[in-house]
């Protein structure tokens, strides 16, 4: 049995690093922008909830990120991706160094990424349409460094943990009450618990945030799901 109170004790810090409400995410996309210079690598993710998990499985695997001068880049929904994938590419850096311009934010920067099954294919003709590649496997992704959540980040997280664990962490965390609430409701009454939490999680953007960060804590280190895992490892 996983130590879900001792773990959550652990990750209840407050959220005062990251913004509540509408303007979340585009001040942690601005955030991460501003260290990018510099950067050895730059983790493009479709939102703020992504960049708190990786960010927290590093911190707990030991991964000083700041010191390797990783970046992990929230852009704001995956029809984004292209834009920074395009940026950042090495082809449009040696393009721009070749024509005086300089070598730019993308010169040597190693890019990677993670995204939800449903934005799998948006990824893809991003890669594509960057020049990075034209991959037609998930196993093509992996190479290039990006990786696919199933179905998305919490649904990897609930399933690495168990349901049982997961609501263990809901009442040490005072949110069993809640969740049961929408448990009774009659939209969700009888659906599988695993889609009921995957709903709870995503039904307020601070609940989303936190749980990304308290989930992580509470995964065994031996369990972590292999998409957020490989990302960090192939840096």
């Not at 955030?31 to 960010?55: C, H």
């Not at 196993?139 to 980040?153: K, Q, S, T, Y």
């Not at 945030?209 to 369990?223: G, K, M, N, P, S």
Request: glycine share 12%; aromatic share 4%; charged share 25%.
């Amino acid at each position: 049995m996983v130590d879900i109170e001792a773990r959550g004790e652990r990750a209840t810090g407050s959220l005062d690093d990251y913004v509540s409400g509408p303007t979340a995410g585009p001040r942690a996309t601005a955030r991460a922008l501003t260290k990018v210079d510099g950067a050895s690598a730059v983790v493009l993710v479709e939102g703020l909830s992504d960049q708190i998990a990786l960010e927290t499985l590093a911190a707990r695997q030991g991964r000083d990120l700041r010191a390797r001068h990783v970046v992990i880049l929230p852009v704001g929904g995956a029809h984004a991706v292209q834009r920074y994938l395009t940026r950042f590419s090495p082809a449009r850096a040696g393009a721009g160094a070749a024509a005086g311009a300089g070598a730019g934010a993308g010169a040597g920067i190693r890019l990677a990424g993670l995204c939800d099954a449903g934005e799998e294919e948006i990824f893809r003709r991003g890669l594509a349409g960057a020049g990075l590649g034209s991959p037609a496997t998930r196993a093509e992704m992996a190479r290039l460094g990006f990786h696919v959540c199933v179905a998305d980040l919490e649904d990897e997280l609930i399933r690495a943990l168990g349901v049982t664990n997961v609501e263990a962490l809901l009442d040490a965390n005072g949110d069993l009450g809640a969740f049961r609430t929408l448990q009774s409701q009659v939209a969700w009454r009888g659906r599988a618990p695993d889609a009921q939490l995957r709903r709870f999680f995503g039904s307020g953007s601070r609940r989303k945030l936190r749980y990304a960060r308290l989930l992580v804590e509470a995964v065994a280190l031996d369990r972590v799901p292999h998409p957020l895992d490989a990302v960090l490892a192939g840096l």
